[in-house]
């Protein structure tokens, strides 16, 4: 009788985490559309191009001001990229918020509920949303304290108000939150814990919780081949070890997605933006030699983790997979691909030594 019980539940949270349709899962793919511009290095891929299994594009290119109006970031291309991501007909998601922790607090107050700053904000978002029709949603982002970060009373709360009124000025924009896991993890640790994310706060107003493992552990010796966020094993962090505190948060696990690097991750270098991209390290392999990068058994393996404990995931970015065949794998983008069928219970496919670093 337990077992079936058991049996039972198994069936019910995963026919949940395929049939969740809500946010951008179960297989989105992060485009950003002009990795040229940040160093000298191939092309995007255009958005014609990008792969059919990607069931939704997330774009990072926005930040608002404390004027409240909607900025584009660094790229002169990034209109004329929104716009074909938005004509693509795919559920269309932007990452969208303040620059920093603190921009945010002058945004929705310390101590009380600052309505007046959100109904104000949301005027801006709503000219920015009248320009570029058919957004499917907002990933609200940089919601992380640093170093700098100073207490701020009801700060949960407040950005509960914020959530509140964004969802009644567009009730049909499906809002998501990023949560850096990093963060998480080094706020467990502080001796003082002040308001940063209570997820009772804001629970009821967010349709996902859009998990980033950026940063989550140094390249070293041992994470050459499975990148920076290994899925078990003696790194200080890992995937495993993530859930624990994401159930610690009492997240719903249908609400979770994980944000899973295409990236080639150097070893101790600071440099974040001219990370290899997997077609460069086919064609060149210079400089990858000791850095750290998933294979496609690792993201096989990554790819069932998503299943097995969340909505799905995304990729970041797209861009970073190989795009041009370099690695000859028979296929564009094999890392997307690897990731595909670990979620849906697939071989790994063939053996691409090139791309595997074999």
Not at 111 to 128: Q, T, W
Not at 210 to 227: A, H, M, P, R, V
Not at 331 to 358: E, H, I, V
Request: charged letters at 20%; one cysteine or more; a negative charge.
């Amino acid at each position: 009788m337990h077992i079936s019980l058991c049996l039972g539940s198994i069936i019910f949270s995963s026919l949940i985490s395929t049939l969740y349709s809500l946010g951008p899962g179960p297989t989105g793919c992060l485009y950003d559309g002009d990795i040229k511009a940040l160093c000298n290095r191939l092309s995007s891929p255009p958005v014609s191009s990008l792969p059919e299994n990607c069931s939704s594009f997330l774009y990072n290119s926005l930040t608002v001001d404390l004027n409240y109006n909607v900025n584009f970031s660094y790229s002169t291309n990034v209109k004329k990229t929104l716009q074909s991501l938005i004509e693509s007909r795919k559920p269309v998601y932007l990452y969208i918020g303040h620059k920093t922790r603190e921009e945010w607090t002058q945004v929705i107050g310390c101590g009380n509920a600052m309505e007046v700053n959100a109904i104000d904000e949301m005027k801006g978002l709503k000219a920015f949303l009248d320009q570029y029709p058919g957004i499917k949603g907002f990933i609200i982002c940089a919601l992380e304290p640093n170093e700098n970060t100073k207490e701020c009373p009801n700060f949960s709360k407040n950005l509960g108000v914020y959530l509140s009124v964004m969802k009644k000025t567009f009730p049909d924009l499906i809002i998501g939150v990023n949560i850096r896991l990093i963060d998480i993890i080094n706020y467990n640790c502080k001796p003082h814990k002040y308001d940063w994310l209570e997820i009772n706060d804001i629970d009821d107003l967010v349709v996902f919780y859009l998990i980033s493992f950026s940063l989550l552990n140094e390249c070293t010796e041992d994470l050459k081949y499975g990148g920076i966020y290994p899925l078990s094993g003696s790194a200080p962090n890992t995937l495993v070890k993530a859930k624990c505190v994401l159930d610690e948060m009492k997240i719903t696990q249908n609400k979770l997605i994980y944000r899973f690097n295409l990236m080639i991750e150097p070893n101790n270098s600071p440099d974040f933006d001219c990370k290899s991209t997997y077609s460069e390290m086919c064609l060149k392999g210079e400089g990858t030699c000791d850095a750290c990068a998933d294979t496609q058994n690792t993201l096989n393996l990554k790819g069932q983790f998503a299943k097995n404990n969340g909505a799905g995931f995304i990729v970041n970015s797209i861009d970073y997979d190989d795009t041009i065949c370099a690695c000859k794998c028979n296929t564009p983008y094999p890392g997307f691909q690897a990731l595909l069928n670990g979620y849906y219970s697939s071989a790994t496919g063939n053996d691409c030594r090139l791309f595997n670093r074999k």
